[in-house]
């Protein structure tokens, strides 16, 4: 049985930083891309940062030097660190985990965590 289970979320301050981790079980973790996604109330879900397999990374651009994704392997878990959070920040986090199978892709996702920037 597969899972991705999300922690870290939170209430911050704006300014404020959280480590949001996402720990996968089920699944061969170092093959597949692992992707953070956050969803605002009335938005769309908008895909933030992505580590692939040989650790390249990309960003949406307005969290470019805020934000920064990581993953370690061998505890099947991937990170997503957050500095200068802003209220626009405010959002429920989910991390997604993605492999380009032969017959199409293979997807996961997690339950998400709340992360709530306020003052």
């Known amino acids: 049985q597969v899972q991705l289970v999300e922690s870290g979320g939170g209430l911050v301050q704006p300014g404020g930083s959280l480590t949001l981790s996402c720990v996968a079980s089920?699944?061969?973790?170092?093959?597949?891309?692992m992707e953070w996604y956050r969803q605002s109330p009335g938005e769309q879900r908008e895909l933030v940062a992505v580590i692939r397999p040989n650790r390249n990374t990309e960003y949406k651009e307005s969290i470019k030097g805020r934000f920064t994704v990581y993953r370690d392997n061998d505890k099947k878990t991937a990170y997503l660190q957050m500095n200068q959070l802003q209220p626009e920040d405010t959002a429920v986090y989910y991390c997604r985990a993605n492999f380009p199978g032969v017959y199409g892709t293979v997807e996961y996702w997690g339950q998400g965590t709340q992360v709530t920037v306020s003052s």
């Open positions: 089920g699944i061969i973790f170092q093959n597949f891309a």
